[in-house]
């Protein structure tokens, strides 16, 4: 089996706010090409550490190389090979789908030379080519997500960080987005690192999964591995309770996301 190479590092990566602490310590290695999922409760430390390999968020002490840059002493290039999908709303629904891509193109710094191909081969990859000139503010939850997605990938970065990027969705259109995060990784080589509190979308999308509890990250496998380390019959929802001692949250801030978005956006 080829051993495929790290893109991202993290080496006791920790958060203090005063005398709480966020991440605690944090030692994770992502591989190229893979698919990585953050599970764990509210609280547990998923987006800050998100945040901190992403440069939105100053580390208190630790070190990370994320796309085989320095975060903290070379954060430029790590911006400049990362895209990011965050929790909460970020396309424009005043303007079209092209217009979001266009803005994203000139903040990527793209040659204008290429833009208007680069443009049209992410309207095409996340199937949305033909509601281009739409207003975003008339698109499905789906659709929406679709087109943040092909925003953070306009640039072809080499990592894309997601935080919970089906949250909000119906079952039909998380399945949609699933299907696109795949294809980025096969088409595009694309390393991709997600928090989710959906237990199927670990099971079927991730090709290993960390347990994230109160910043601590606890245990790290495939779904199988960690399945099998609670007991021969058991599910991620059981790896979930048997590691964070906590049930799984079906609602909690999710609705007040969808509420979120949903007051920004008409459903088609």
Request: aromatic share 4%.
């Amino acid at each position: 089996m080829i051993s495929k190479s790290p893109v991202i590092e993290t080496d006791s990566l920790t958060k203090n706010y005063g005398t709480f602490c966020a991440t605690d310590h944090i030692s994770l290695t992502v591989t190229a090409g893979e698919i990585f999922g953050l599970i764990g409760p509210n609280g547990a430390g998923k987006s800050t550490l998100i945040k901190m390999l992403t440069t939105l968020l100053p580390p208190t002490s630790g070190s990370a190389r994320v796309a085989g840059f320095d975060l903290i002493g070379d954060a430029a290039h790590v911006r400049a090979h990362i895209g990011y999908v965050p929790q909460l709303l970020s396309s424009d629904g005043a303007l079209t789908a092209y217009e979001n891509l266009l803005m994203s193109a000139r903040l990527y710094a793209i040659p204008r030379a290429i833009r208007q191909v680069r443009i049209a081969a992410a309207l095409k990859m996340l199937d949305l080519s033909d509601a281009a000139d739409k207003l975003v503010q008339s698109y499905s939850g789906g659709m929406i997500r679709r087109l943040e997605i092909a925003q953070s990938m306009i640039h072809q970065p080499a990592v894309l960080f997601m935080d919970e990027p089906t949250v909000g969705l119906d079952p039909v259109a998380r399945r949609n987005v699933w299907a696109h995060i795949r294809d980025l990784r096969d088409r595009l080589g694309t390393t991709i690192l997600l928090t989710t509190h959906l237990m199927d979308e670990a099971e079927d999308l991730c090709d290993r999964l960390g347990v994230l509890n109160a910043g601590r990250l606890q245990s790290v496998g495939t779904p199988r591995e960690l399945e099998a380390a609670v007991g021969s019959d058991a599910t991620l929802d059981d790896v979930f309770a048997a590691i964070t001692g906590s049930e799984l949250e079906t609602e909690g801030g999710r609705r007040n996301v969808q509420h979120h978005r949903d007051n920004q956006h008409t459903p088609a």
